[in-house]
């Protein structure tokens, strides 16, 4: 099992340049549902002379780094785990390492790539990331978005009202990075692979020693933590954002249903006529097409007879050029019957006011 910590996007970068298949046996990965493997174990950096030696029998020069792209590659939870701390045959490593190398510079293409997306395509990895990892709960988002929906630049205190020892009146884009340096009353002890310990009490502190590969001390410390990394992980979202110049959404929310489009909802048969015909979330309601199982200012819970959706506000702000607020939501739909699903980060806005809300293309 790796020790270091890697992103959301380096995983999907590994995992694409790979072509979404485990290195060792070629089967098809779901994007998590496997491991980063080493194919020259991680540890063997612990034993400074078998390493040195290693490294002349490759023929590998001093910029080899054994947790660069060059040696790391997907594999199944099982292979990686069977694999362990394993170091393989010289000539086995001499093969492996020929593909990896190769294939170093598709990831590093791929994560530069994602560094030059808009706002919007990052915001979708961030929310994929905290939503998907269990940072921020589908019910956390719901409750936080609800008291934030008129706008990412006036979020009302209530958002984060659960942390008392966080004190501020109304915070905006403008003061984002100072509030990742407020503490929290409980701080976290950290510690990486040498035993080295740190605690720290703030987003600013706790991301920053993730990123350099430590971890959470002991389970405590992990719930402790997961009060850091849901505050980030919404900081993230708002930070994703412009401040829009017009609106034609600032009173709408997803509970207002005859404005929301019946586009929107989920199709899987291919008979649209019937959103052309029903128009609106309320048209498929009244006619009976469609039943609302839950419904607030920030979410909506909507089934047919084939089709469930769940839409989720995050965040509002403007995402494009085209300056009109816009509205981050986590849609997630699912077959009534059977086992298909799928999430997705969406933006949801409204461009001329004869239009309903639809989402954006």
Known sequence: MSITKFSRVQREAIWKAYGKRCFYTDEVLLLDSFDIEHIIPENILERPDEWIELKKELGLDDGFDINGYENLVPARRRINGNKGATVL????????????????????????????????????HLIAKALECNEVTKNDVVNFADQARFGFTEISKNILAQYPELEFDLFNAEVLSEFRKKAISDPVTLVDSSGNELIVSTCEEYSSCINKGYAEKNNYDIKIASKLRCISSLINFISAAGAPSKSLIHQLGLCDISMMC???????????????????????????????????????????????QYIVEVCRGCFDD????????????????GTFSYANARLISRLRKTSKMAFVD
Do not use: W
């Open 262 to 308: 019946a586009s929107m909802f989920p199709d899987l048969s291919g008979e649209c006529n019937y959103k052309n015909k029903y128009k609106t979330y309320q048209g498929l309601v009244s006619n009976g097409n469609a039943k609302i199982m839950s419904i607030g200012t920030g979410f909506i819970h909507i089934e047919n007879n084939l089709m469930g």
């Open 322 to 337: 085209k300056k009109y607020e816009q509205m981050l939501v986590f849609e997630y739909s699912y077959a009534i019957e």
């Open 89 to 124: 045959p010289k000539r086995a490593l001499m093969y492996f390492l020929s593909f990896s190398m190769e294939k170093k510079k598709i990831v590093e293409t791929f994560v530069e790539d994602f560094e030059k997306q808009s706002g919007i395509e990052k915001a979708r």
